[in-house]
């Protein structure tokens, strides 16, 4: 077998440590190559507060699985996120779920209001019934004229759901910022159950959602300016402005929404230095965003300019620069809500093109790109 063969053949069953080195002689057995390769863990490592139980006995994935479970057939999938998000076996823990009375199986009657349109109706018209009316009225129809038992033998009937006892309802009450966190959780770790709970602790006066949230985000926000991160200072504010807009504050999730896009043409990154005038620009998304949010309140170009302008003189001097000035930055926001994205990678050229190159780095602390330098 030859060194490329038995490679192959040992990956075919590789082992989970982190690296694994395969050494073998060649032919002529004067020469030893070392090959490494890696291998990824089958579960990454798991946040320690996913591992600790709560003071009820359940792990935080099991409460999350609690909520997700609820209302969905006993033969369904579990995501993989239970596994590799919170390290819980979903099958192992809804068994615990259901032994320690947070779920049971529905009863056939129970069992109804999950059922499409046509079940209900087929289950009727196979017993000679009528079939006509609304969902709710097929429901009425079938609980007169059957008995659970008699239900229980429809072919109709043979899949069964989890619902929650009395029980598994306090959960939600006890620990009511678990599932928000979990259903609106941040990709970059901001937001997610494990810091809700964490600030939870911290906090004995019940925070709400919202408070949880916003101070999580808020505290990132200052985090990431102090320590010049302007592009993860620029997520934070999406963040926030989603948040809002969750809220229905939508007067406020504009603000955020035209920081972060003030933010994006300043010329400012990850670091003391200024970007590429190629990569300064603003994402569609955040277009979408903030032509919704005008429409939303109605807002005209006048009354849009003026909030502008507010946000601008309350965000600048938070930053060490901003390649545009005020007008120059307001313009090209116009031409980027009217697709007029020419008008704005000319802006940011010219303006490039006027930096005194020789006095940027001692006057704001800043360097610029190395192509520029």
């Given amino acids: 077998m030859g060194l490329i063969d038995w490679i192959k053949q040992k990956l075919k069953t590789p082992t989970y440590s982190q690296k694994s080195t395969i050494q073998n002689n060649c032919e002529n057995q004067e020469s030893l190559f070392k090959i490494e390769f890696s291998i990824d863990r089958s579960i990454p490592e798991i946040n320690k507060i996913y591992t600790k139980k709560l003071d009820i006995g359940l792990l935080p994935g099991e409460i999350v699985l609690l909520d997700w479970i609820n209302g969905k057939e006993a033969d369904s999938s579990f995501p993989q996120y239970f596994r590799y998000d919170y390290g819980i076996d979903a099958e192992t823990s809804m068994k615990k779920l259901v032994y320690e009375d947070y779920l049971r199986l529905s009863t056939p009657m129970e069992s109804l209001k999950y059922m499409k349109v046509d079940s209900l109706k ?12 609304n969902k709710q009225e097929l429901i ?9 038992s008699e239900l229980d033998n429809f072919s109709k009937m043979r899949t069964r759901r989890y619902i929650l006892t009395n029980k598994g309802k306090e959960v939600f009450n006890t620990y009511y910022y678990i599932i928000p966190a979990h259903r609106y959780s941040s990709k970059d770790g901001i937001y997610n159950v494990a810091t809700a709970i964490d600030f939870v602790s ?30 993860l200072f620029r997520n934070v ?15 406020h999730a504009l603000n955020h929404c035209l920081e972060v896009f003030i933010i994006d043409l300043s010329g400012l990154g990850n670091g003391l230095y200024l970007n ?10 955040i277009k979408s965003y903030i032509n919704s949010y005008i429409e939303t309140l109605d807002m005209n170009e006048e009354i849009l300019k003026k909030k502008f302008s507010k946000v601008w003189d309350s965000l600048t001097p938070q930053l060490p620069f ?5 007008n120059s930055c307001l313009n090209c926001l116009l031409a980027f809500l009217n697709d007029n994205e020419e008008y704005i990678e000319k802006e940011i050229e010219s303006t ?17 790109p190395h192509n520029l330098d």
């Fill in 122 to 133: 087929q289950i009727l018209r196979d017993n000679s019934l009528k079939v006509s009316g």
């Fill in 140 to 148: 009425d129809r079938i609980i007169a004229n059957f008995t659970e």
């Fill in 202 to 231: 911290k906090h004995n006066n019940y925070p709400t959602n919202h408070e949880i949230a916003w101070s999580l985000f808020t505290e990132a926000e200052e985090n990431n300016r102090v320590s010049h991160k302007y592009g």
């Fill in 237 to 251: 504010k999406l963040h926030k402005a989603v948040h809002l807009q969750r809220q229905n504050n939508i007067e």
């Fill in 276 to 285: 590429s005038p190629s990569l300064i620009n603003s994402a569609p998304a």
């Fill in 322 to 326: 901003h390649l545009l000035d005020k």
């Fill in 352 to 368: 490039f093109d006027r930096i005194d190159k020789k006095t940027f780095t001692k006057k704001y602390n800043l360097r610029l």
